[in-house]
Nanobody, 121 residues
Framework: QVQFAESGGGLVQPGGSLRLSCAASNPGFTAIRMGWYRQTPGKERSLVAV???????HYADSVSGRFTISRKIGQNTVTLEMNNLKPEDTGVYYC???????????????WGQGTQVTVSS
């Protein structure tokens, strides 16, 4: 079972910044992809930003240019720098790690426990 350690989040005013960090422990395996998803009440969990194992990143249109995801090549850690935060960025942010071992027919998705981000004046 994959163990997660998430940190960061909290309350910030519009225009402020926050940093989220996540480490996924799965000895002997490197996640093929790690990232952050956001969920608000009554809505499905949606992608915020993901980073491939080689560091290549992909962002949701709503955060592009404001958020930066970082991942050291070959490591199961990821950080999300969030700048110029807006009220609509509010939600529970979940760390996601995707693993696929040599014998796995398909990727396996694992989730952290989530951390609350609230952007409000």
């Amino acid at each position: 079972q994959v163990q997660f350690a998430e940190s960061g989040g909290g309350l910030v005013q519009p225009g402020g910044s926050l940093r989220l960090s996540c480490a996924a422990s799965n000895p002997g395996f490197t996640a093929i992809r790690m990232g952050w998803y956001r969920q608000t009440p009554g809505k499905e969990r949606s992608l915020v930003a993901v980073a491939q194992v080689d560091g290549l990143a992909h962002y949701a249109d709503s955060v592009s240019g404001r958020f930066t995801i970082s991942r050291k090549i070959g490591q199961n850690t990821v950080t999300l720098e969030m700048n110029n935060l807006k009220p609509e960025d509010t939600g529970v942010y979940y760390c996601n790690a995707v693993f696929q071992g040599p014998g796995d027919p398909s990727p396996k998705y694992f989730w952290g426990q989530g951390t609350q981000v609230t952007v409000s004046s």
